[in-house]
């Protein structure tokens, strides 16, 4: 049973608009979520985080958003840049272990 | 420069053969990490080790096996008891693990893909 549900397979947005990146959760035990970026056959880069006592976080043009009650979160950026052309994975965390994560998302940025 | 260090790039596995892969980090952190990832499929905890000498396994150990006799060392071996080892395997670590480091970011590896010959 996947905990943590990235929906969308694949999202394409026009340079300059604002991506949105979605991500749903059954655990109520997490408490502390990450967005990472993957380029192919490259290892995940830290993007963003935010805990739970926080619903937003923002950091240059990345902002995530946390809605506790609906246990969704999720990743704006804008503008969104050709570079930013990867696959999102969202991550939660809630015990003393690892991380679990999503299937990803592959956001392509058309110019 | 401070860094994850996966080694090799690209591994082939004859059918019954055990195969290990280095994970090495110069960030002093505690908390190292294995995860497997399948064709459009999230990341998957193997095994984790929050201290030297201490490990635990995650949700998919079964054929797995690791070791961390240092702090900067977390090597994975497959063995031959993993039926499906194909997959691209990632390596983590964090600052602190366990629950002094909930809130700490894992930073990643660029990864080993492994394939069977």
């Known amino acids: 049973d996947q905990q943590v549900k990235q929906n969308s397979p694949s999202l394409s947005v026009q340079e300059g608009r604002i991506s949105i990146l979605n991500c749903d959760y059954t655990?109520?035990?997490?408490?502390?979520f990450l967005w990472y970026k993957k380029y192919p056959a490259e290892g995940p880069t830290f993007l963003i985080s935010?805990?739970?006592?926080?619903d937003k976080n923002e950091d240059g043009r990345f902002t995530v958003f946390l809605n506790k009650s609906a246990k969704h979160l999720s990743l704006h950026i804008v503008p969104s840049q050709p570079g930013d052309s990867a696959v999102y994975f969202c991550?939660?965390?809630?015990?003393?272990?690892?991380?679990?994560f999503g299937k990803g998302t592959h956001l392509i940025i058309q110019p | 420069d401070g860094g994850i260090t996966q080694s090799p790039k690209y591994l082939f596995r004859k059918e019954g053969q055990n195969v290990t892969l280095s994970c090495e980090q110069n960030?002093?952190?505690?908390?190292m990490y294995w995860y497997r990832q399948d064709p459009g499929q999230g990341l998957r905890l193997i095994y984790y080790s929050q201290i030297v000498n201490d490990f635990q396994k995650g949700d998919i150990a079964e054929g797995y096996s690791v070791s961390r006799e240092k702090k900067e060392s977390f090597p994975l071996t497959v063995t031959s008891a993993q039926k499906n080892p194909t997959a691209f395997y990632l390596c983590?670590?964090?600052?602190?693990?366990?629950?002094?480091?909930?809130?700490?970011?894992?930073?990643f590896g660029d990864g080993t893909r492994l394939s069977i010959l």
């Open positions: 960030l002093n952190h505690d908390a």
């Open positions: 983590a670590s964090s600052i602190v693990g366990g629950w002094r480091g909930l809130n700490q970011p894992q930073h």
């Open positions: 991550a939660a965390r809630g015990g003393a272990d690892g991380l679990t």
């Open positions: 655990n109520s035990m997490f408490d502390y």
């Open positions: 935010i805990s739970s006592i926080k």
